[in-house]
């Protein structure tokens, strides 16, 4: 089989994804020992920079995130003044937030959420999933054992092995450090490692939201980000948006392939809330224009000192 084109996925698409593989993986591997009544093999964990082979997995699978439509997204054009304006004040909060102090690098960084995405396999309608909540810890280093805790996913406290070294877009507490801080470097930054989408802004912009949900943003790195987002084609502010947790905020947005990406702050704290997705207009995979296709609300998000731990 050939290899699925990593850019064929859809904005915002690669925690569903993710979701969805290990689900696979996981009832495959339990009926595999369920027939052989041998121990399960360890499970993989596909990172979001590692999506090409995962999508190709998933095909293998037969499991389908909701496609796109059409080649090429039309022509974008620089974001409006209000919008830039609003990337400004979120980023100038974002960097007078105190950065975690003595993080070291056998901790964890602890997220709470409430996540629901369209899904669909092959044969049958895309769905909307239920929102649920989803716990995950995400090691400091990038170099110890992680931990994902969604039922309605079938995973309890699952341990995902780190196997290889860290990519450079992982969302590692250290490597995040790393990143530039300054907008015009992290902009380019965004355009080197960012893919996974129809074009190179779309892609851009699914990386800021991706850095953005479960990961823990250092401030001066943060503001960056936000600033270096203001200057992507295409992103326009919604005036008013809702998460996973029913928490209205502004959201900073980009179409493509007929949805609309979000990307959720509280309006006075400027905060992230969560994420939301929209369908701009009818979808083949079922979605009318108009529907929720997606949403997360993160509800809490800190350091703690081992996997497992809640604060």
């Known amino acids: 089989m050939s290899e699925f084109p990593e850019r064929d996925l859809p904005p915002g698409r690669h925690h569903l994804l993710r979701e969805h593989l290990l689900t696979e993986i996981r009832q495959n591997e339990t009926k595999t ?21 995962a999508v190709a997995a998933s095909i293998a699978a037969g499991v389908l995130v909701a496609s796109p439509f059409g080649d090429q997204a039309a022509q974008a054009g620089p974001p409006s003044k209000e919008t830039v304006r609003m990337l400004e004040e979120i980023a100038a909060t974002a960097e007078k937030q105190p950065a975690p102090k003595d993080v070291r690098d056998d901790q964890y960084v602890y997220i709470k959420s ?3 995405y369209m899904a669909q396999e092959e044969g049958k309608p895309a769905e909307l999933d239920p929102v649920h909540p989803r716990e995950f810890w995400l090691s400091v280093d990038g170099k110890h054992d992680e931990l994902l805790h969604e039922p309605a996913h079938g995973f309890d406290n699952e341990v995902l092995k780190v196997e290889g070294p860290p990519v450079p877009s992982d969302t590692n507490y250290r490597n995040l450090e790393k990143l530039p801080t300054d907008p015009v470097n992290m902009l380019d930054w965004l355009h080197k490692e960012s893919d996974g989408s129809s074009s190179e802004d779309q892609a851009t912009f699914v990386l800021v939201g991706d850095l953005l949900y479960e990961s823990l943003m250092p401030p001066k790195q943060a503001a960056a980000l936000y600033l270096a987002a203001s200057k992507i084609p295409g992103v326009e502010l919604i005036e008013d948006s809702v998460d996973a947790e029913g928490r209205h905020g502004v959201a900073i947005a980009r179409e493509d392939q007929g949805e609309r990406q979000e990307l959720i702050f ?24 108009g529907d929720v296709t997606g949403r997360s609300a993160v509800l809490e998000r800190t350091v703690v000192d081992k996997a497992g731990q809640r604060p």
């Open 114 to 116: 409430k996540v629901g």
């Open 33 to 53: 020992a369920k027939d052989s009544k041998t121990p399960r093999a360890d499970k993989r964990w596909f990172r979001p920079t590692l999506i090409a082979g």
């Open 266 to 289: 509280d309006k006075k704290t400027k905060e992230f809330l969560g994420e939301r997705q929209v369908a701009v207009e009818d979808l083949p995979s079922g979605p009318k224009k």
